[in-house]
């Protein structure tokens, strides 16, 4: 089980193996995290995300880190909140399942994830958490991961404390 730290403040300034944006389709950048990741990786990264063909939601894509302090960006679609009728609840457990799948097949040590789609795309952020950690846990009891640390990178304190209660009842 890797450890999971919640951290705030930006991720694009994290020295971890990988980074995960919350992307959208296009994967040709956006507002929010994914606008921030861009800005702070330089146009190399929009240039090799116009070869990957974009990204359905819920999976996953990888990609060079360019002029961030990272090694990777794993790029990842989360679900726009229907009120929770389209499955968003699988789609978003889904973006962290093909996120931490991909850093494995790397070998990666450390990785870290913004809080998906609790921006733009209006997931209730209990909700959005609860699927967060659940999808973490579960993918820890049923891969033998290579990963050692995962952040859980956050701009607003609610969320942390939000995490951190989720964290402490699901021991
Ligand atoms: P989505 O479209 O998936 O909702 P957003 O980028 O709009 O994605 O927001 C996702 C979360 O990322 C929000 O909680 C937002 O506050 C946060 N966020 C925005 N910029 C950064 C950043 N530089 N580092 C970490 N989190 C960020």
Not at 80 to 89: D, F, I, M, Q, R
Not at 103 to 109: P, S
Request: negative net charge; hydrophobic residues 45%.
């Amino acid at each position: 089980m890797a450890n999971i730290v919640i951290q705030l403040g930006d991720i694009t300034e994290l020295p971890v193996d990988a980074i995960v944006n919350a992307a959208n389709n296009s994967l040709l950048g956006g507002g929010g995290v994914d606008g921030a990741i861009h800005r702070a990786a330089g146009p190399g990264l929009l240039a090799e995300c116009q070869g990957l063909g974009g990204c359905e939601t819920g999976a996953a894509k990888l990609s060079q880190a360019y002029d961030l302090p990272c090694r990777y960006v794993i790029h990842t679609v989360g679900p726009v909140w229907h009120g929770g009728e389209k499955n968003e609840a699988a789609l978003l457990r889904s973006c962290y399942q093909h996120s931490l799948a991909l850093a494995d097949e790397l070998g990666l040590a450390s990785i870290a994830f913004p809080a998906i789609s609790c921006g733009v795309y209006g997931y209730p952020h209990t909700l959005a958490c609860t699927e967060a950690v659940t999808a973490l846990k579960a993918y820890f009891a049923n891969n033998n991961s290579s990963l050692q640390e995962v952040y859980l990178v956050v701009m607003d304190p609610n969320l942390a404390d939000l995490y951190q209660q989720l964290l402490r009842e699901s021991v």
